[in-house]
């Protein structure tokens, strides 16, 4: 490059290239909206009872937990009872094809989970299933 006296040299661009930090989030954002998908908690550990017969949903379905104590959990917010059926229409109507699975611990009321069941049903829900471990 020929300088003259007079003229001065181009100044050179400095940055920081986002390129591929931009890459990076945008990949963890693919990652967390996927797995979020996929991942459902009703918002409390819930000790499943075993059963031979239980199968794996693989579906995108509404979990209601029930703990030992009678609390009643969805989406990792405590539900009054009273309120699980517009709870569940709400969920329903934003995934009308959703059922929904009631995780009651073993130790749970058989009331309480009857009494869920019929909430769900009474919502509109057809597909109301109890989950269980599969037995080893």
Do not use: C, Y
């Not at 990076?24 to 797995?35: E, G, K, Q, S």
């Amino acid at each position: 490059m020929r300088f003259s006296r007079h003229s001065t040299p181009t100044e050179e661009h400095t940055g920081i290239d986002l390129a591929p930090m931009l890459d990076f989030v945008l990949n963890l954002l693919i990652f967390f909206i996927i797995t979020n998908t996929f991942v459902t908690e009703a918002g409390i550990h819930i000790n499943r009872p075993t059963a031979q017969t239980a199968v794996r949903e693989e579906r995108n379905n509404i979990i209601v937990a029930i703990s030992p104590r009678g609390e009643i959990w969805i989406d990792k917010q405590r539900v009054d009872i009273r309120a699980l059926r517009a709870v569940i229409g709400r969920m329903r109507a934003a995934n009308p094809q959703a059922g929904v699975i009631i995780q009651a611990d073993k130790d749970a009321r058989a009331g309480l989970m009857v009494e869920a069941m019929d909430q769900a049903r009474l919502a509109g829900v057809k597909d109301v299933s109890v989950a269980a471990q599969p037995m080893r």
